[in-house]
């Protein structure tokens, strides 16, 4: 497709368990950003990747949280042992060569734990 | 910590009518950028304003920008339905970092 996708669009997981989310860019996007919304709120910066340059993961609130890009393209972000304060919505963004030009969002994954 | 605060939280209009939003921020910044939101799901753009801009016009949509007061404005002009979303707007931190804000509901009656 032409957009940004993301899987699973829902994701209902019990507290402890380990999650993955995916989202696969829009190609040719060498810039890849993962964000956190919490309901009602703007989004928190989790991680950035650009080509093959060390991810920026200040972003990351615990190291339960991490995150891969394999080859340049698809990404994955990990959760383990999940908390309930996890659940929220999980988005991702790809741009093309300028990084804070636009930022073009997939639908995002709702994570909820119960 | 967020950078631009959007204000009002909350914006209720009739359908016809103009919503005006503002996003004040803190540090300076290469340019400013507005999404919009439906459902709380993936965010899209609606239009990107350099720091050497001051005014710019999409559509219904009319964005402007003062620097020296570290805001901007969006202007949506004779609102639909289909305007009802959450508004967002985006300032760099550096060189590949935005800071959104937490957004401004606008809800579009019919």
């Known amino acids: 497709g032409a957009g940004v996708s993301q899987s699973p669009s829902n994701k209902v997981t019990e507290k402890g368990k380990d999650v993955e989310l995916r989202c696969d860019p829009i190609s040719g996007h060498t810039a890849l950003y993962w964000y956190r919304q919490s309901l009602g709120q703007g989004l928190e910066f989790l991680i950035y990747f650009q080509g093959n340059s060390a991810p920026d993961k200040s972003g990351l609130p615990s190291d339960r949280f991490s995150a891969e890009r394999t080859g340049g393209s698809v990404s994955t972000l990990t959760i383990q042992r999940t908390q309930q304060e996890d659940s929220a919505v999980y988005l991702c963004a790809s741009t093309g060569v300028s990084s804070t030009d636009t930022q073009y969002f997939g639908p995002g994954t709702r994570l909820t734990v119960l | 910590s967020q950078q631009g605060e959007e204000d009002p939280q909350a914006l209720s209009i009739q359908e016809g009518e103009n919503a005006t939003m503002n996003c004040s921020y803190k540090t300076s910044i290469n340019n400013l950028q507005w999404y919009r939101q439906n459902s709380g799901r993936g965010l899209v753009h609606l239009i990107l304003?350099?720091?050497?801009?001051r005014e710019k016009h999409s559509g219904r949509l009319r964005v402007t920008l003062d620097t020296s007061k570290k805001s901007s404005s969006l202007l949506i002009t004779a609102s639909r339905a289909a305007d009802t979303a959450s508004y967002f707007c985006?300032?760099?931190?550096?060189?590949?970092?935005?800071?959104f804000g937490a957004g401004t509901t606008v809800t579009v009656r019919a």
């Open positions: 304003i350099r720091s050497n801009e």
């Open positions: 985006a300032t760099d931190l550096n060189d590949y970092k935005l800071s």
